[in-house]
């Protein structure tokens, strides 16, 4: 089984590879996404993963998208990774753990002076490392991710012949 994903990262290649087992091929292949650099949206974040998906799908049984951002709920901005994994037929989307971002660091993002990977680069781990002390790495939120996006394949019993969201009549 090949897998293409729409990164050359090799912490996200990992958390792929992870997510999906030993006996896949998992590439890296060059497939823009839809969203900004630093999307500031749950829709955002929610199109730039589904964009890459589908531009990654094309030679693979699956193309998977990665994109992580921020989105606010309650006034409190959180970080999250989303995953979108499609086989052409189904699409589903996953997503890691999210945890809010301080504010000195928030109002910087928002504005579009900083991204949250600039901010935390060499800091090994990004951001979910380095706001859970290492407990957290970046590689096993996106992996999350990926296997939570997976759930449709992993457990087919359960979604049967629709994906998920997918109008059931």
């Not at 998208?65 to 979108?84: H, P």
Request: glycine share 14%; proline share 7%.
């Amino acid at each position: 089984m090949i897998v293409h994903v729409a990164t050359s990262n090799p912490v996200k290649l990992r958390a792929v590879r992870a997510a999906f087992g030993r006996r896949v091929k998992v590439l890296g292949v060059a497939a823009p996404g839809g969203a900004p650099p630093q999307p500031v949206s749950l829709g955002q974040i929610v199109e730039g993963a589904l964009s890459r998906a589908e531009r990654a799908l094309a030679g693979a049984d699956f193309g998977v998208g990665i994109e992580a951002g921020v989105f606010r709920l309650r006034g409190t901005y959180y970080n999250v990774t989303l995953a979108a994994v499609t086989d052409g037929k189904r699409t589903s989307l996953g997503g890691s753990p999210f945890f809010p971002l301080p504010d000195r660091l928030v109002h910087a993002v928002v504005k579009g002076d900083e991204e949250l990977g600039r901010f935390f680069a060499g800091r090994g781990g990004g951001a979910v490392a380095a706001a859970t002390r290492g407990r957290v790495t970046r590689e096993e939120a996106t992996r999350a991710a990926v296997v939570m996006a997976l759930a449709p394949w992993a457990a087919p019993e359960l979604y049967g012949e629709r994906g998920p969201g997918e109008d059931p009549a």
